[in-house]
């Protein structure tokens, strides 16, 4: 009887802490997110800005234009590339240099975090001059680079074969530092007693990895895999930079052709693709929620 | 890689090495292993740092020597002209100000709200509990470009058009923040609050004593990318912002980004400017991600 | 599901009586007051006009005491947004600079003021800058300064800029035999229809003929092909980053491309030591029409119904655009007056390059006004990029976009 009464205090105080978060929510997000879905179903453009209700309900005609729309598709398929190969390449970059940093550095920390965190930080301006400087077709370090080893060389950015991939190394550099940063903080919730345990029973490095480090980091696992794909199924800030999404389409995102549709006015057409995009990610990262589900909880 | 770092075991480099008693020859192992982390740690070093040191080497270069292909990696010419003309046209006073301001109010507000929504996900059942977790990652997915928009309206309604607040207001709490909260804050075993609860603590008192203090390195991690988040955030402040004096730094350096005529010189500088907090704040933040869970007592 | 919740949105909408009304926006002019006029007016202005507006109004405020001009410089990026928020939102200011495309949009959203007839007379301004502030027989807004397209080439090279199509072919050869490896830079990505419509006009043809988008003309099937014969004789990169020019034209690999004139300032800067010496500008060269007909840029600017001080409003854009004050703004800022009047003014006769434009201006067109120019734009230039990379022919190309703009429509 206590116990019940103890568990409601505790769901009333549960509710109280999300009160902040659900206000802010109801305010500003509740009817937007609903207006986005309405607009969908209408021909709302940006003329009808001051009268948007004034309207005509045109039923699922964008969605369907959706289906037909070549642009669409081809970044529809772009944006399944950059997800596929940037998310792994990004958390497996991050996680890599978290773990050599929490395990093998003890001198010039300091510098190493800051370090690899600077991509994240640094200007898009910045970081697109460096970037086609490496990459220029003419005279880019990279093709110098691959000349003097005798290897063939690429327009790679003005390539439709290799814009994507340029991309995408691009977009996973600038992310890691990122996904670096969280799983050094939750390394640090690893009691290291597990790892001398582990060690006292002869574990290598790899089987301490893997049986210790990375069951302990399945939540910030699921973490930034569902904030990286989310970001790579947002993609956009890189083509709109480096390659304004071509040559050809070679590099148009979803989210970049949506940009452009709000920019040409047609509200109704690009709040019927935010739509499935929304629904594509929340799929997406309920799928990550069943991979990645805690363990402990089945171990019970 | 797992021959070098294994313990005990043979690496087979020197003879020394095999006639040493086993402590010494770990010893030596371990050293072994620790140079070629931090070889392959410092190589990967110069690829993610050329760019910020670029950057920072440029702002001091003429505009004609930033546009230069190839570009020149130390300034041939250097200059202050960049910040000289920063200076005479970004209010930087003010416009630093404005940046400072909207980061403090909503990294304070997203350390204790996200925090508190992320304990009440983690470790509060209450009804409706999947419900609010779902609206959290609703928010955290949704194409931002999609709300701009309506999101104005609201503002307008509410007064807020051309004030901080209004810039402030819809990060106040933020979706990724609270994800992350309830993430670390799941990890916090259930017996440690069960104790607590047995001893008397209140959930505030649980709340504050034990859950954040745990939670430092988390912490740090949210103060970290939250100011990221309100210290680059551009296309919403720029849209509430109607005068000059509430503009934040990103919005004041996009006045110069202009397909062709860039101000190269100013708008590094202006990079400068805008990444040097960032850099002082993550030098003055990472002791505590190390400082982690196990030295604050949990075993 | 999904329809469900369709159903429901379109039960929603038809009890919060939605639904287009017949009416659409009036586009009658009103007079402005020639009285005494007094208080604030804010105005938006995007990029470099905006940072050296505020200053250059204090003459304004000089002459009108009493009145105070309030300029908020915005970045080019987020322009259209801010105006489309702010006519939601019902934040607009008084006055704005205006994008040329944008009018078609702004002008039919119902936010925008018709430009009274006592202060304005369209015969004052450059025909082709007129245009780009009428959207259905009304004014919207008055052109404050122009822009149009030049062929710029590099003069060290010893070879006279070409004065025809064929010619242009011949000379983008000839430079590529002295050493300039890309020939001619024609823009293939984003802003590729302007290299598109003035090749167009130049071929006899337009891209609208009676409230219809008309691709699928012969005069467009000409004008690709000019186009599309530099990729062909390998005399036009289409293998370059986004961001290589303008630096292709500095190293010397690209001969020539066609800009505007905020490039010449552009060239002398950043081009290096004497570099100033290495180029020149020509016209367009004359199409199969004869004409070299170029295509109409610059800012417009527009006053907002909402504007609680219209009088003053307007008359600061009268202001603005009178010929004396344009060629004080050309002084300040390099850009050009939309008053043939002004050019009358000595100042800007005697830069040699300046007046060429001048010369473009007076038979430069605007493009079509149409609500959703910009859609159609990324329709045109997708198509241009294809073609660039010799993907498709030109009359594939024409068709293509004929598909897409009328799929899209006049946006009306």
């Given at each position: 009887m206590r116990r019940g009464r103890a568990h409601a205090r505790r769901g009333r105080i549960g509710l109280l802490f999300s009160m902040p978060f659900l206000a802010v929510f109801a305010v500003l997000y509740a009817g937007p997110l609903l207006a986005g879905l309405g607009m969908s179903v209408t021909d709302l453009r940006s003329t009808d800005a001051q009268h948007p209700f004034s309207v005509d309900f045109v039923g699922l005609r964008h969605y369907r234009r959706l289906l037909h729309d070549e642009v669409m598709r081809k970044a529809a398929w772009n944006t399944l590339v950059f997800v596929a190969a940037g998310v792994p390449l990004t958390i497996g970059c991050g996680l890599v240099a978290a773990v050599l940093m929490h395990r093998g550095v003890d001198r010039a920390r300091a510098l190493f975090r800051v370090g690899y965190f600077l991509p994240h930080v640094t200007s898009i301006v910045a970081v697109a001059v460096i970037w086609r400087f490496v990459l220029d077709p003419q005279s880019g370090l990279l093709n110098e680079g691959l000349r003097a080893a005798g290897l063939p060389t690429a327009a790679w950015l003005a390539d439709e074969r290799t814009a994507l991939p340029s991309l995408i190394a691009m977009a996973a550099w600038r992310g890691f530092g990122f996904d670096m940063v969280v799983f050094l903080a939750a390394l640090q919730g690893v009691p290291r007693e597990l790892y001398e345990a582990a060690e006292t029973d002869g574990a290598g490095a790899w089987a301490r990895f893997r049986y210790v480090t990375l069951p302990m980091l399945r939540p910030t696992l699921l973490f930034t895999s569902v904030y990286s794909s989310i970001g790579f199924l947002q993609f956009m800030e890189e083509p709109l930079v480096m390659t304004k999404g071509g040559p050809d389409g070679a590099t148009e995102s979803v989210s970049l052709a949506i940009y452009q549709q709000f920019g040409g006015g047609d509200y109704g057409y690009a709040g019927a693709a935010s739509t499935v995009l929304f629904f594509v990610i929340v799929l997406v990262a309920l799928l990550q929620f069943r991979v990645l589900r805690p363990r402990h909880l089945e171990a019970r | 890689m797992s021959t070098v770092t294994a313990p005990g075991r043979d690496t087979g480099a020197a003879p020394s090495v095999r006639d040493a008693p086993p402590r010494t020859r770990r010893a030596r192992g371990e050293r072994l292993r620790r140079t070629a982390i931090y070889a392959a740690l410092s190589l990967g070093l110069g690829l993610v740092v050329t760019p910020f040191a670029w950057t920072l080497l440029s702002s001091f270069k003429p505009e004609h020597e930033i546009r230069q292909?190839?570009?020149?990696?130390?300034?041939?010419?250097?200059?202050?002209a960049g910040y000289r003309e920063m200076l005479a046209s970004l209010h930087l006073g003010t416009t630093f100000t404005n940046s400072v301001l909207v980061a403090a109010a909503q990294v304070s507000a997203n350390l204790l709200l996200c925090s508190m929504a992320g304990y009440a996900l983690a470790k509060l059942p209450f009804p409706g509990r999947r419900a609010v977790f779902g609206l959290v990652m609703a928010q955290m997915m949704v194409p931002g470009i999609v709300l701009v928009i309506p999101q104005f309206v609201v503002v307008t309604r509410l007064g807020l058009t051309d004030t901080l607040l209004g810039v402030v207001l819809p990060y106040l709490v933020w979706p990724l923040g609270v994800f992350l909260m309830r993430q670390f804050i799941a990890e916090i075993p259930d017996e440690l609050l069960q104790a607590a609860r047995i001893d008397g603590a209140g959930e505030f008192r649980i709340f504050f004593r034990i859950v954040l203090p745990l939670c430092r390195p988390a912490l740090a991690t949210l103060t970290l990318l939250s100011f990221l988040n309100a210290w680059n955030n551009f296309l919403w402040p720029a849209i509430v912002a109607q005068t000059q004096d509430r503009y934040t730094l990103p919005v004041a350096l996009a006045l110069f980004s202009n397909e062709e005529t860039t101000h190269y010189g100013l708008l590094l500088a202006g990079a400068v400017v805008v990444i040097t907090p960032i850099v002082v704040l993550f030098l003055c933040l990472q002791r505590f991600f190390i400082e982690g869970i196990a030295s604050t007592g949990i075993k | 599901m999904r329809k469900s919740t369709a159903g429901l949105l379109a039960v929603v909408l038809a009890l919060a009586g939605c639904g287009r009304g017949g009416g659409g926006t009036s586009g009658k002019a009103e007079d402005v007051s020639a009285g005494r006029i007094k208080g604030t007016v804010t105005v938006w202005a995007m990029g470099d006009e905006g940072q050296a507006l505020g200053a250059f109004a204090k003459e304004f405020e000089r002459a009108n005491p009493g009145v105070e001009i309030k300029v908020t410089s915005m970045g080019m990026d987020v322009a259209h947004d801010k105006l489309v928020s702010a006519i939601a939102g019902n934040a607009t200011p008084d006055v704005s600079m205006v994008g040329t495309t944008w009018m078609g949009e702004l002008g039919k959203s119902g936010a925008l003021d018709v430009t009274p007839n006592n202060l304005f007379d369209k015969s004052g301004f450059f025909p082709g800058a007129w245009d780009s502030t009428v959207y259905k027989g009304a004014s919207y807004g008055v052109p404050w300064y122009v822009e149009t397209r030049a062929f710029y080439y590099r003069s060290d090279l010893g070879v006279k800029p070409p004065t025809t199509w064929d010619e242009t072919k011949q000379w983008a050869r000839q430079v590529k035999a002295k050493g300039a490896s890309m020939g001619v830079y024609q823009n293939y990505q984003v802003g590729s229809w302007q290299e598109l419509l003035p090749l167009v006009w130049q071929a006899g043809g337009d891209i609208t003929s009676g409230g219809k988008w008309t691709f699928d003309s012969p005069q467009v099937v000409t004008a690709l092909k000019q186009w599309r014969s530099f990729y062909e004789d390998g005399t036009a990169p289409n293998k370059v980053d986004t961001g290589a020019f303008p630096n292709i034209f500095f190293k010397g690999q690209a001969a020539a491309y066609y800009s505007g004139p905020w490039m010449i300032h552009l060239m002398k800067k950043d081009g290096g030591p004497g570099f100033e010496k290495k180029f020149d500008l020509a016209p367009y060269a004359k199409g199969p029409a004869g004409n070299n007909t170029s295509l109409m840029g610059g800012g417009d600017l527009a006053v907002f119904k909402r504007t609680k001080n219209r009088d003053a409003a307007w008359r600061f854009v009268k202001w603005l655009t009178d010929p004396k004050v344009q060629v004080r703004w050309y002084q300040t800022k390099n850009d050009l007056p939309s008053t043939p009047a002004a050019w009358q003014d000595p100042a800007m006769a005697s830069d040699k390059q300046v007046a060429l434009f001048g010369e473009a201006l007076k038979t430069a067109k605007a493009p079509p006004s149409t609500p959703n120019w910009e859609q159609v734009a990324r329709v045109v230039e997708r198509e241009m990029g294809r073609l660039a990379l010799l993907k498709e022919t030109p009359e594939q190309a024409a068709q293509a976009m004929q598909k897409g703009a009328d799929q899209l429509g006049m946006g009306d």
């Open positions: - | 292909s190839p570009p020149t990696f130390l300034p041939a010419h250097p200059t202050l | -």
